[in-house]
C-alpha cells in the first residue's frame, strides 16, 4: 500500500474531481459548483479562472470581465504557494494518460529516448510562441487547440473526440517522444512551472537515508530535477517537479518525502 501511497491518492482525487465536475455538467450540486477547469464558479460567488486561459485571452486582446481575472488570480495563487506544477500531477487528465502509458512502456522495456530529440526547454519556446501568435492573430491560439481541452471536456461532457486525442497521445509517448506531451511540449505545464518558482511544498531527500538504486529517477516524468539524489540532503528546488510523489512511492528507504520549505530551512544550514 505505502509504495503506492501517492499515485492511489492522487487517482482518487482526480476521480473524485471529475466525478464533482461531471455531475454539476449535468444539474447536480446547484449553488456549490458550476462550470469546469478553464472557469467555474463555486458556492455561486467565486470565480475560479484557468490562469493560462486568461492569460491567452489577454494577450488576444479580450476585453476580460473583473470575475475572469479575480478567478484567474485566486487560482494562480493557489498553485504558485502549493507544490510546484500540482495541476499538471493532481488535476490535468492528460497526466493521467502520460502516466499509464509510461508504465507500459517500463513494462515493455522500450527505447527510454524515442526518435524524436528535442530539449525540455522546448516547451518555454512553445509557451512564448503561442502567446505571441495569440497577439498576432487576436485568438487564444493554445485553447483553440489545446489536447487538454478535448480530454477535459470529453470527460466532463460526453463524447468521442478525446478517445483519438488520447491515442495520439499514447501512441506520441510510446513511440516518438517518451514523457514528451507533459515534459516537452506542453505549454500549460511550462507556464504552471514559471509560476510555481516560490511554491513552499517540496521533494525533500535525505541523503544519509539513500541507497542510490536509482529508482526514484527511474519513474520520474522529470528526472532532470531529481539532481541532488546520491549527492546531498536538502529540498528539490527546481519547479519543473510536477509534485506527483511516485519519487516517494518508489523509495524504499524513505530517503524522500513532501515537506515544507521555509519551516525545515533552519535544519538544513
Known sequence: MSRYKFS????????????????????????????????????????????????????????????????????????????PRAFCAWVCPVGLITELTAKIRRKLKLNESGILNIKRTSRYYILASVLLLSAIFSVPVFESVSFIGVVQRGLIFGGFAWLG??????????????????????????????????????IKHH??????????????PEKQVLSIIGEKSGFVKSSECISCGLCIDACEENALEFSIKNLRRKNEN
Open 165 to 202: 486525442v488520447a491515442f495520439l497521445i499514447v501512441v506520441f509517448e510510446l513511440f516518438i517522444l517518451p514523457n514528451g506531451t507533459c515534459g516537452h511540449i506542453c505549454p500549460l505545464g511550462a507556464f504552471y512551472s514559471i509560476l510555481s518558482t516560490a511554491s513552499i511544498f517540496r
Open 8 to 83: 492511489l491518492i492522487r487517482l482518487a482525487f482526480k476521480f473524485i474531481l471529475f466525478a464533482f465536475l461531471i455531475a454539476a455538467a449535468n444539474g447536480s450540486f446547484r449553488g456549490v459548483l458550476a462550470g469546469d477547469l478553464s472557469s467555474s464558479l463555486l458556492f455561486s460567488t467565486v470565480p475560479l479562472s484557468d490562469p493560462f486561459a486568461v492569460l491567452s485571452l489577454a494577450f488576444a486582446g479580450a476585453n476580460l470581465g473583473a470575475s475572469a481575472v479575480l478567478g484567474a488570480v485566486i487560482v494562480a495563487a493557489f498553485y504558485a504557494i502549493i507544490a
Open 207 to 220: 541523503e544519509h537515508f539513500c541507497t542510490y538504486c536509482s529508482e526514484c529517477e527511474r519513474v520520474c
